[in-house]
C-alpha cells in the first residue's frame, strides 16, 4: 500500500520551531517531487515548498521564504521541512504530497499523485 505520513506538527508559541516529517512506505520518494502544503480554516490549500525528485532544486512560498527549509533524507525515505521563527499565521493543517516525475525541478502547481493526512500546527501564546 502506498502511503504518506506526516508528523511532527502540534503546539508551539510563536517565534519557536518546529520539524515536520513526510515518511513513505511502500514506494521510494527518490522518483519523486514533493511538496508541502498548508491549509486554514476557512482558507484554500496553499503550496508552502517543494523540493525536485534530484533534490537539486527548491521552492518556497513567499511567507516562508528565510524561515522554512525541505529537504530529503534518501536513505529514511522521508522528507523533512524545518519551520523557524514560525508565527501565528503559520497556523494551518500541513499536507506532504507526492508527484512523480524525472524533472529537475519542482512546482506547487503540479498535480500530485499522493498525499498525506495532514499534521496540525498550531502557533499560538
Known amino acids: 500500500q502506498l502511503q504518506l505520513v506526516e508528523s511532527g506538527g502540534g503546539l508551539v508559541q510563536p517565534g519557536g520551531s518546529l520539524r515536520l516529517s513526510c515518511a513513505a512506505s511502500g514506494f521510494t520518494l527518490d522518483y519523486y517531487a514533493i511538496g508541502w502544503f498548508r491549509q486554514a480554516p476557512g482558507k484554500d490549500r496553499e503550496g508552502v515548498s517543494c523540493?525536485?525528485?534530484?533534490?537539486?532544486?527548491?521552492n518556497y512560498a513567499d511567507s516562508v521564504k528565510g524561515r522554512f527549509t525541505i529537504s530529503r533524507d534518501s536513505a529514511k525515505n522521508t522528507v523533512y521541512l524545518q519551520m523557524n521563527s514560525l508565527k501565528p499565521e503559520d497556523t494551518a493543517v500541513y499536507y506532504c504530497?507526492?508527484?512523480?516525475?524525472?524533472?529537475?525541478?519542482?512546482?506547487?502547481?503540479?498535480?500530485?499523485?499522493?498525499w498525506g493526512q495532514g499534521t496540525q500546527v498550531t502557533v499560538s501564546s
Open positions: 504530497a507526492a508527484h512523480f516525475t524525472r524533472s529537475s525541478l519542482c512546482s506547487a502547481r503540479w498535480q500530485y499523485d499522493y
Open positions: 523540493i525536485s525528485s534530484s533534490s537539486g532544486s527548491t
